[in-house]
Each structure stands twice: as C-alpha cells, then as structure tokens.
C-alpha cells in the first residue's frame, strides 16, 4: 500500500487485491483498486475553495402539484444554509431557457449571513412556467462556474421531468462540453421524469443520481447533498494506469459506491499510461475494476501488469503525482489450484457489475413487453443480491417482482408496478456495497 498525504487535505493510499496466478496460456489480469482519502479536515472561512451553483427546474409541471414548486423552493434553502461561509454559489431558474436568479450579473455570491439571507429572499420569487432544456442550465452553470477563483466546482440539478425542449444530441453536446470543468449530483422529483436522462448528466459529470418520489423528502436530501459537497478537499483526481508493452487494458469502471464505466474515458498520458478520471474527493474510499490482457509467457515467468498511481490536475493543467500507488502482478504457474482460485474482491464486484446490467435489461425488457426476457433477467438479480448480501437492492427488486426461490433466482414479475418504485429500482441500480470483512 502507498500513502501520500495533501498539505492541508487529505491522506490518499492504494491498495490492490487480485490473484496474480495465471495458468500457461493465461493472459487476462484483473484486480480491485481501492482508493482512500483519509484525515483531511474541510478548509473553512474565506479562503474556502469551492463553488456551487443550484439548478432548479421552474418548468410548469413543477405547479401540479403546488406544493412541488415550494418543496424546491425549500429544498434549495436548506441547501443554501448548509453552504459553509467562503463558498462562492449561485442559484439558477431552469426552464426551456436559463435564467440567473441570485446574485446575477454573471457572478456568484460569497457564502456569509448576509448572503445567505438574501438567496433564501429572491427564492421565495421562484414560480412554476415553461418548459425543460436541461443543456441551457447546465451551460449558464459552467459559466457561473468558471469565473469562480477555486479548485472544487460543483453542481446540484433537480428536474421533474423530460427534457422535451433540446434534443438528446444538444444535451450530450453539452455534458461533452462540461466533462472536466465541474462535478454535478442530479435528483429527480416525482414520476414525470426520464431516469436515462438524469442518471447520464450524474455519470458524465461524475456526481450522483437519484429519485426523491416524494417532494416533501426533497429538504432532506439537498441537505445531504450539500453537506458531501462541503466535505470535498481535492478535485479533478485521476487514476493514471501505465501497461508495459504489450499489453492491453480491457476495461477499467468503477465498482464501488457504485458501478460507473471508465473505460472510454481515457486520456493519454505519455507512453504506454493513460489518465481515467475519478472526480472531486472528500473522506472517502472507492473501489476500481482493472482488467488487463498481457502476453502470453512460460512456466515460472512474471512480470508487471501494470501500474496504477494517483494525479491530480492543476490549475496550469499539469498534473501533480499524489505518490500514491499499486502494482498489479501476472505469474506464471502450473499450481491448478493457485491459478484457478478467485480473488474475494474481484468476484464480488464481477457480481456486482452483472447485477447492474441485468436490473437495466430485465426493466427494458419489460417495457418493451418481453416477459419471460424480463422474468429471467430479474430473476438473475435477486439471485446476484442475494449472493452478494445487497440488502437494498433486493427490496428493491421485491417491489417489482414476487421472490419464489432467492438462492435460485426464481421469480414471477409482479402485475402491477408503481412506477415510483420501478423508477427507484432503475435509478438505483448502480449502487453496489462492499466486499464483507
């Protein structure tokens, strides 16, 4: 394990877990990163080094029912309560167009009583009327954002439904253009909403998606939101894997709190290593999937796989090496049972992986009608729950389908649905828990 700690900020470790034994012939190497941050304390004050700006939807169906529009309203000022004085912020108005609603004048504010007690004011103006462009308000918040003096930049969106007034092409055009500039944490309020379209602006912006079914629970959980986003030290961290020739990364994904596809979002950094990014950290610990395909070698042999250190990106756009490092090791050996055994940690979240792909089919396949295709792909679900001890992912699933045998993964889809409880099952499928000690 390789430490190093931030002046300041938090103490970052590596750790890796795999078995390096291949038998001959054997050319696939997987192993768990597992990334800490630890023992950092969040700076406060004026020379606090964050930004946060809050999109509100103001679109009309936010007026049915009424009390959906003051829920936000509410919502957003216990966010911008929780803010810590020194935080710069800033509140936008969403609807087919985007609109400043505090401070204006293409600024954010700078976290104090005073400032704070104004935001809450021009809140209470807010009013439901329009229509959705989800691409405008994200744009208005990169700008925001961009002009602030600091190194953790970060986005709250709440929307209540689609998307209805840009294409999906304009949409993705825009998370491309904010990828990289700031983080974002994107909820959905009531049943009216597209679960593929928020749970894509939290995956491209590296931030989280959620369902909050009910409105009267919205309070709740910007508060929370806003707390984590307090707890932020260092931003833009990114897991920089070197191979030696020869060999070839498969895949690399986050796997735990949650399954998130890192693979294609590679940047070169210099022969043979490239950059996969991870986002803004607090105190924390994350879990990474590393898969790689190395040259076939003798009996005996071993050799490096590969090497996984931590960068964070500067504001120059270097990058600094946080020293923190794992090496994954490939040996050569005709032991059966040494090069057959599964490492705990990597068949857990190859399980875990499988259980969030088949979540989103079996649901697909039911919308589309398929139901023995659905039956099935769920029935695998609450199986992989099952075996893997995730506890909230099984209720979940037992919202949706009639559990007849666990163990087996037999089930009957149930005949009628909520669809708030479908949409919770989708939005949450991702999440995963960890391997138990």
């Known amino acids: 394990m390789a430490k190093f700690a931030k002046p300041g900020g938090p103490q970052f470790s590596v750790d890796v877990y795999q078995n390096e034994y291949l038998p001959e012939g054997g050319r696939e190497v997987n192993a768990i990163v597992t990334v ?39 919502a957003t000022a216990a966010a911008v309560d929780t803010l810590r004085d020194g935080v710069h912020f800033g509140i936008v108005d ?94 959905g309020v009531g049943t009216d909403w597209e679960v593929k379209e928020v749970t894509g602006i939290a995956s491209a912006l590296l931030g989280t998606a959620d369902i909050v079914a009910d409105p009267a629970r919205l309070t709740e959980d910007f508060t929370r939101i806003m707390e984590s986003t307090m707890g932020k030290e260092v931003a833009d961290v990114a897991l920089r894997v070197w191979t030696p020739v020869g060999t070839r990364i498969k895949f690399v994904k986050q796997v735990a709190p949650a399954v998130e596809e890192l693979t294609d979002r590679r940047t070169e950094a210099g022969p043979r290593a490239g950059d996969y990014p991870t986002g803004s950290w607090g105190d924390e610990s994350r879990d990474y999937h590393l898969c790689v395909e190395v040259p076939a070698a003798g009996l005996g042999q071993e050799m490096l796989a590969a090497r996984v250190l931590l960068v964070v990106a500067q504001p120059d756009g270097s990058v600094q090496n946080l020293g923190a490092q794992g090496l994954v090791r490939a040996v050569w050996t005709d032991d059966m049972a040494a090069s057959t055994s599964l490492n705990a940690q990597v068949a857990h979240y190859t399980g875990q992986a499988e259980l969030a792909q088949v979540i989103r089919e079996g649901l697909d396949l039911r919308k589309a009608g398929d139901m023995d295709g659905a039956t099935a792909k769920l029935g695998r679900a609450v199986q992989l729950a099952g075996v893997s001890g995730n506890a ?20 009957r889809l149930k005949a009628k649905v909520a669809e708030a409880d479908e949409m919770t099952l989708e939005t949450r499928s991702t999440k995963t828990v960890r391997v138990k000690k």
Not at 37 to 58: E, I, R
Not at 402 to 408: E, G, K, S, Y
């Open 36 to 74: 800490t941050a630890k023992g950092g304390t969040a700076p406060a004050g004026p020379g606090a080094s964050a930004a946060v700006v809050l999109m509100v939807d103001c679109s009309g169906s936010m007026d049915y029912p009424p009390t959906k529009m003051r829920n936000a309203r509410d």
């Open 94 to 187: 969403g609807t087919h167009v985007a609109r400043e609603v505090y401070p204006g004048g293409g600024r954010l504010a700078v976290a104090d009583p005073t400032t704070r007690a104004q935001a809450k004011q021009a809140l209470r103006r807010l009013g439901a009327g329009g229509g959705t462009a989800i691409g405008t308000w994200l744009r208005l918040a990169d700008r925001l954002l961009a002009g602030a003096d600091v190194s953790i930049r970060h986005g709250i969106l709440l929307t209540d439904g689609r998307n209805e007034h840009e294409s999906a092409a304009e949409l993705k055009d825009t998370l491309d253009a904010c990828a990289g500039r700031f983080t974002c944490d994107a909820r």
């Open 392 to 411: 909230d992912t099984a209720k979940l699933l037992a919202k949706v389908v009639d559990v007849v045998d666990a163990p087996t993964g037999t089930v």
